[in-house]
């Protein structure tokens, strides 16, 4: 705190417009913020670049990759939307830690305020069970979705509570924190006063369709309209600070159109952290919500302190939300932040909605997707996968089921799937399983090898500007490539044409055909790591037919996608379908009559094994 005190020199780190999130690209700028300031002079933020001295380059190297969802509401369980925020983060994340990168994946749920208190009473439950029952059922998709978070933050955890409580007293010492009356409408589903001109007809709310109620209330104000210049100059000297480019137009203009202070604690609201020198009010549940972004850096073991948590990680990397949170992302949060003198994180990136007949899936509206029927109906992989191959990371996307089960099957059944089975089952017949002859040395000469380091290059650039849909679109013109190679070349008549000819004939054309199996296989390798963010389950399976152990397919990285690394002797395992193509309800109707094939492996109900 004496560091504090005395005013605190904070790195920022301003994004190269072309790779915003590689570091190794950043433009570092130093500046030295007072903790405590005076009403009258707003922080200047990020102000004098600098020269990076190479320790200062080591250190940002070093930089933990944090990565942060939304903290999901607990009003309902989650839905298809909710889940759609963390599979793109978990995607990211592990892309990153492929990069090699520490990663800190923070996820998590908000459980304070009014509307969590009205669903707990709906549902004749205490606050505290109601939390703990649905905090649960989030932690029980995220495993089903395999989602490898590292920090999952509760806003009711006692450490969460004390760093919010530190961080009010801090902006309220700065002077940013007053008394007054507020008087306006208000959407308890937004959790948010409503500006009049934003409303619909009976002043609904134009998200939740459902009327904001006046209210009158003494409360606390953060002197958010101080922070106007601050805001405006951060984002006109780093305009990547706001994702995609096209939402950064929005902020900039909420922000020109004049910002108001904010309400930020409540009166009437019993459920929530007690103001800090008045315990008869809470703390607005956004201003304690955004803070778990930090909180969530806090060790359990420890004292937790702002500090403590702040040099654990702070700042995040990526704050990835969905649009409708914008405004409290982009605009409050780094205010506050400003007012702690806290920096302010690299990037937030605001996706779309995903939605059903044009308007958003919510809990609210009701006209959710359960994600939980979709993962039993159709596993992990095919839900990650549908849902960053088909929704432009950043637009609106619409579900439909028979897209769904047309997109995984020709994906990830048909092109990945059975090339590799396909691939698989030629080896075992005419080779024992077995490679005979390293793959870049069967790869010289042909063309397909650098079609393959294209691609894959291509879908790491896309990782790495979060084009996520693009990425998957690279990897999965390599399995095209692949079986327009395999196609072209035919090798399952090449083998027959080696048994008919003379014994010296044979050899040069099966070798010829060993190379292509090599080849293909190869390139399989390669799928199997690029798509892992997103199909990490099927990439496990792939690799395991390669012949690779589950602790060689955990220590790959981006790097071994690199062609080359199948070599001569490796034993491919028995081939066995990857992934089931997904029977439609009208396929199946169709076939009442047909045998039923055999189910290998636990795969989910409707997927129906391919053969090679
Ligand atoms: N609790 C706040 C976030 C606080 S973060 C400090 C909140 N929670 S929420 O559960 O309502 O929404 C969480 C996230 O899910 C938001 O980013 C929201 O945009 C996202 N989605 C909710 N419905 C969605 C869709 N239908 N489609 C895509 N994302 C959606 O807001």
């Not at 932690?139 to 009010?168: C, M, N, Q, S």
């Not at 909420?254 to 809470?282: C, E, H, M, Y």
């Not at 199996?517 to 990490?536: G, H, K, Y």
């Not at 792939?542 to 790097?559: P, V």
Request: charged share 20%; net charge neutral.
């Amino acid at each position: 705190m004496a560091a504090a005190a005395a005013g605190a020199r904070i790195n920022c780190f301003f994004l190269n417009p072309i790779n915003p999130l590689n570091s190794k690209t950043t433009t570092r700028l130093t500046t030295h913020l007072h903790f405590r300031l005076s009403r009258k002079t707003p922080p200047t933020f990020c102000t004098r670049a600098s020269a990076t001295t190479p320790d200062e380059t080591s250190a940002a190297a070093n930089d933990p990759f944090v990565l942060t969802t939304p903290l999901y509401y607990v009003n309902a369980p989650p839905h298809m939307g909710s889940a759609y925020t963390t599979i793109a983060a978990d995607a990211i994340a592990r892309f990153q830690r492929l990069l090699g990168k520490r990663v800190i994946f923070i996820t998590g749920t908000d459980e304070h305020g009014e509307k969590i208190a009205a669903a707990a009473a709906a549902n004749d439950s205490t606050p505290a069970q109601h939390c703990d029952l649905i905090s649960q059922s989030y932690v029980t998709l995220w495993k089903d979705l395999d989602i490898g978070y590292d920090k999952f933050i509760r806003t009711t955890d006692p450490k969460h509570e004390a760093i919010v409580k530190e961080f009010y007293s801090r902006v309220r010492d700065n002077g940013d924190i007053y008394r007054a009356d507020y008087q306006g409408l208000y959407c308890i589903n937004c959790e948010e006063y409503k500006d009049e001109k934003e409303l619909l007809e009976n002043n609904c709310c134009p998200t939740h369709l459902k009327p904001c109620v006046a209210r009158k209330e003494d409360n606390f104000f953060f002197a958010l309209s101080k922070y106007q210049k601050p805001l405006e100059e951060t984002l006109a000297k780093n305009p990547n600070f706001v994702q995609p480019s096209y939402r950064l137009n929005e902020v900039q203009s909420w922000i020109k159109s004049g910002l108001r202070d904010f309400s930020i604690s409540r009166a009437l609201v019993d459920w929530g952290i007690p103001v800090p020198n008045d315990s008869k009010q809470t703390i607005y549940v956004w201003f304690d919500a955004l803070l778990g972004y930090i909180s969530a850096l806090s060790e359990d073991m420890e004292q937790p302190s702002l500090e403590r948590a702040v040099s654990s990680g702070w700042p995040a990397s990526l704050h990835l939300i969905g649009k409708d949170i914008l405004r409290f992302h982009a605009v409050y949060w780094p205010a506050m932040l400003m007012s702690a003198g806290l920096g302010l994180p690299k990037m937030v990136f605001g996706h779309g909605f995903l939605t059903k007949d044009g308007m958003k899936m919510g809990k609210s509206l009701g006209n959710t997707i359960e994600p939980n029927d979709l993962v039993q109906k159709f596993g992990s992989d095919a839900v990650r996968y549908f849902f960053v191959r088909e929704v432009e990371f950043g637009g609106d996307g619409d579900y439909s089921e028979d897209r769904f089960i047309n997109i995984v099957n020709a994906h990830l059944a048909n092109s990945i799937g059975n090339l590799l089975n396909r691939t698989l089952g030629l080896l075992k017949k005419n080779c024992q399983s077995t490679l005979v002859i390293d793959s870049s040395i069967a790869a010289e000469g042909t063309t397909f090898k650098d079609t393959v380091e294209k691609l894959v290059e291509k879908a790491r650039v896309d990782y790495e500007n979060l084009s996520l849909s693009s990425a998957c679109e690279a990897v999965l013109e390599i399995s095209n490539a692949g079986n327009s190679y395999m196609d072209g070349r035919a090798p399952w008549s090449l083998f027959k044409q080696g048994g008919a000819a003379s014994e010296a004939a044979a050899k040069v054309v099966i070798l010829h055909v060993i190379n292509d199996l090599v080849i293909i296989l190869e390139a399989m390798r390669v799928i199997a790591i690029a798509l892992s963010p997103v199909t990490p389950s099927l990439s496990w399976r792939i690799y395991r037919q390669l012949g690779y152990s589950k602790d060689q397919f955990y220590a790959a990285t981006w790097s071994d996608t690199r062609w080359g690394g199948l070599k001569g002797g490796q034993v491919m395992a028995q081939p066995q379908p990857i992934f089931a193509r997904i029977e439609s309800q009208t396929e199946e109707e169709n076939r009442v009559e047909a045998p039923k094939k055999v189910k290998k492996n636990k795969l989910p109900q409707s997927q129906q094994v391919v053969e090679a």
